[in-house]
């Protein structure tokens, strides 16, 4: 029995359509069994997931598949009760897709139900924990599949998600280009404020503390890809139990203009300031709130948090072994 999470509002309210047009014939075709859940509104993908997964406790492969983009994975792994019970599938229907290009899940949503019903052996895959640190704001944790970060790229998605641009490009087909051209209006009003950096990698025996006295940003990598197709961590896999840090620190702007395009193929390294980092633990603490992202989700500006890698938290349907 499949479970079925379907964003109908992913890619500016194409999801719906892509759901009954094309995945629910061929579902229907199939024969197979399924329930369907449908997220109303912003933040319901969450109370779905928990609802699903305490109906289902006692389930220990619990099949929930997830239609919409890398946002819809991230609400609903908020609302999972144990990931370690789930086995997920994911119909990609987002912008930017930075998970399903990663695994190499198919972007056409008909072949990816097919991959899913093929009912191969999901793998393990990390997942990441974020805990902010705020003293003035309840501690609150997300679990993230992709990356999470703070500064530049976080706020890149703060406007992303609510851009009317976004809503154009995706009708035009070319969403994924919103976030480079939300990255640069972004770059030119970016502040940049002073950070400190501790990681911790327990599994390659390393530690590292690190002052920046003004950052753009940093991100945390559990997979390659963020902002529909920046390769900013070219060496994060999904399987390593690490996760894979970029740090951005006082560069010129005219510099990030230059390195941004030569990140789409994850070369931007070559510039001073650029720095890639391991870490199977690490914190952060700012001397301004900045935003934060979660595989691209927004909730909140934070001055400091804590991130760790959960090894093979939740098994995936993924095209190959990698
Ligand atoms: N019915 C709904 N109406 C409006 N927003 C919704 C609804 N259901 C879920 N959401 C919101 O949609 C967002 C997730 O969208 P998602 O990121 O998956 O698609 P996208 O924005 O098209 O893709 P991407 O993240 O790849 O750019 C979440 O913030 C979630 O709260």
């Not at 006692?58 to 609903?76: F, R, S």
């Not at 897709?97 to 008909?110: C, F, M, S, T, V």
């Not at 998600?161 to 490009?169: E, V, Y």
């Not at 001073?272 to 900045?290: D, E, V």
């Amino acid at each position: 029995m499949y479970h079925i999470i379907i964003n109908p509002a992913s890619r500016s309210g194409r999801g719906a359509k892509i759901w009954s047009e094309q995945v629910e014939p061929a579902l229907k075709a199939a024969n197979t069994e399924y329930q369907t859940y449908f997220s109303g509104k912003a933040g319901e993908v969450r109370h779905l997931a928990e609802q699903i997964t305490a109906e289902h406790a006692e389930e220990p492969d619990l099949k929930l598949i997830i239609l919409g983009g890398d946002g819809t994975v991230n609400e609903a792994l908020q609302g999972i009760a144990d990931p370690s019970k789930v086995i997920l599938g994911y119909i990609p229907t987002g912008s930017s897709n930075d998970l399903a290009r990663d695994l190499g899940i198919p972007k056409d949503p008909k072949a990816a139900l097919h991959l899913i019903l093929k009912d191969t052996a999901p793998r393990a895959m990390d997942l990441g924990r974020l805990t902010y640190l705020d003293e003035d704001q309840p501690e609150e944790s997300r679990l993230f599949a992709v990356s999470c970060g703070i500064g530049f790229d976080a706020a890149v998605c703060a406007e992303a998600m609510h851009s009317p641009i976004k809503d154009t490009m995706n009708r035009i087909g070319l969403g994924k280009l919103t976030y480079l051209g939300i990255a640069l209006k972004q770059l030119i009003t970016a502040r940049k404020v002073s950070c400190t950096l501790t990681m911790e990698d327990t599994v390659h025996n390393r530690q590292e503390s690190l002052e920046l006295p003004r950052f753009l940003f940093v991100t945390c990598m559990s997979h390659r890809y963020e902002g529909g197709g920046f390769m900013f961590c070219p060496p994060a896999a999904d399987n390593d139990g690490v996760l894979d840090l970029c740090s951005v620190g006082n560069i010129s702007k005219g510099l990030v203009l230059l390195a941004l395009p030569t990140a789409f193929f994850g070369k931007h390294y070559f510039v001073k300031g650029i720095n890639a980092h391991t870490a199977t633990r690490m914190s952060i603490t700012t001397s301004s709130p900045l935003w934060v992202h979660t595989d691209g989700e927004v909730t909140r500006k934070s001055c400091g948090f804590r991130v760790e890698c959960l090894p093979g938290a939740i098994r995936m349907i993924t095209p190959e072994v990698k």
